[in-house]
């Protein structure tokens, strides 16, 4: 936006001093015009110079906006690593106590296929109780297990994506650079 409003300013100078030169041609016959020549050389050479650093100044502040771009992604990074971190270690937990509870429910088991062999199995035992209760717990934590294993994925995608869209910010960076 701003070399285009650069590249205006100097064609309008461009038509200004051609204009000037028709000018100056016309009110002195062309003998003006052949000492204004050299003026005009030098002119338009400082405009060229002009564009030149303009551009250059554009470039620099492409690169400074790109870098401030990388800088303010990668900021956002740590955020997001956080929060997979506290996901991770959230899933390891509710993972060690499914698997807690699934050896308690072993254990409940073993005590009721002995109470079945010695014949002291009861339909309302404490044991039975247990272990249906065990189950139903298991099946739910399972279920929020599955649930939590999504929500890292999701985070990691995310991640993921951060961190190529930093990787193409400063693939770009190093082409501008060269």
Do not use: H, Y
């Not at 100097?10 to 028709?22: I, K, V, Y």
């Not at 005590?111 to 009861?122: A, F, K, P, S, Y």
């Not at 717990?137 to 995310?158: H, K, P, S």
């Amino acid at each position: 936006m701003c070399g285009m409003r650069v590249r205006i300013v100097l064609a309008a100078l461009g038509l200004l001093m051609a204009s000037t030169f028709t000018w100056a041609q016309q009110q002195d016959g062309g003998a003006a015009a052949g000492a204004a020549a050299p003026d005009l050389a030098g002119i338009q050479r400082s405009l060229d110079r002009l564009v030149e650093l303009f551009e250059a100044q554009l470039e620099q502040q492409r690169v400074d906006l790109l870098l401030k771009r990388i800088a303010l992604k990668e900021r956002r990074l740590e955020p997001a690593e956080r929060r997979l971190r506290d996901a991770q270690g959230n899933l390891e937990g509710r993972d060690a106590e499914v698997k807690r509870m699934k050896a308690m429910l072993a254990e409940r088991q073993d005590v009721l296929d002995d109470e079945i062999r010695d014949g002291n199995d009861q339909p309302g035992s404490e044991t039975r109780r247990m272990i249906v209760s065990l189950e139903r717990v298991i099946r739910t934590e399972e279920a929020q297990l599955g649930d939590e294993r999504m929500r890292v994925r999701v985070l990691e995608d995310d991640l993921a994506e951060q961190r190529e869209e930093i990787e193409i910010l400063d693939d770009l960076l190093l082409e501008m650079l060269d």
